[in-house]
T-cell receptor
């Protein structure tokens, strides 16, 4: 069985603060893929990043960075110098190598105040 | 259009009525998914299609729910005898053939269903 836990239901920050969204996953598979998606108020989920289980290298894309740690089964997402446009619900997802079905966490609602 | 298209965007119906939700995936995407998003519940998997066949229907919550896909393209999710607990946003997503991509899903904007 596979499971994704996003313990933070809602986070509220003021613009320019850094914020980290937590994602903890469970799987017995050795091959798996982790994803982050963003759902802005308009509703459409948008893919942000994918990581496979063999690549623990952290990634940075502009103000976004991702920290993948197999030792703690975590794939955390940090936004540096947050902006109002970052306000959205962020979902972490897991797909194991033997399945075509991604499992999503419950999402974390990020509110960035001006 | 270039993206996943869903219709209707909003549907209000009375308890006991049947509803049909439509999804038009991105051209060439052989994989198609239906998820349900309820308030505070995240994304609940309903059904997965590969081409016209549905190898995984494990997420359909009851036999009132069914889905089909024709021509390897458009999919219809049907809910019979709707109940108030069916109220949710129904999301459709499509993906390129497995092995050809990263496994990224492309989502539509969803169909918001309200059962009175």
């Amino acid at each position: 069985a596979q499971k994704v836990t996003q313990a933070q239901t809602e986070i509220s920050v003021v613009e320019k603060e850094d914020v980290t969204l937590d994602c903890v996953y469970e799987t017995r598979d050795t091959t798996y893929y982790l994803f982050w998606y963003k759902q802005p108020p308009s509703g459409e989920l948008v893919f942000l990043i994918r990581r496979n289980s063999f690549d623990e290298q952290n990634e940075i894309s502009g103000r976004y960075s991702w920290n993948f740690q197999k030792s703690t089964s975590s794939f955390n997402f940090t936004i540096t110098a947050s902006q109002v446009v970052d306000s959205a619900v962020y979902f972490c997802a897991l797909r194991t190598g033997g399945s075509y079905i991604p499992t999503f966490g419950r999402g974390t609602s990020l509110i960035v105040h001006p | 259009g270039a993206g996943v298209s869903q219709s209707p965007s909003n549907k209000v119906t009375e308890k006991g009525k049947d509803v049909e939700l439509r999804c038009d995936p991105i051209s060439g995407h052989t994989a198609l998914y239906w998820y349900r998003q309820s308030l505070g519940q995240g994304l609940e998997f309903l059904i997965y299609f590969q081409g016209n066949s549905a190898p995984d229907k494990s997420g359909l919550p009851s036999d009132r729910f069914s889905a089909e896909r024709t021509g390897g393209s458009v999919s219809t999710l049907t809910i019979q005898r709707t109940q108030q607990e069916d109220s949710a946003v129904y999301l459709c997503a499509s993906s390129e053939p497995w092995g050809a991509n990263t496994g990224e899903l492309f989502f539509g904007e969803g169909s918001r269903l309200t059962v009175l």
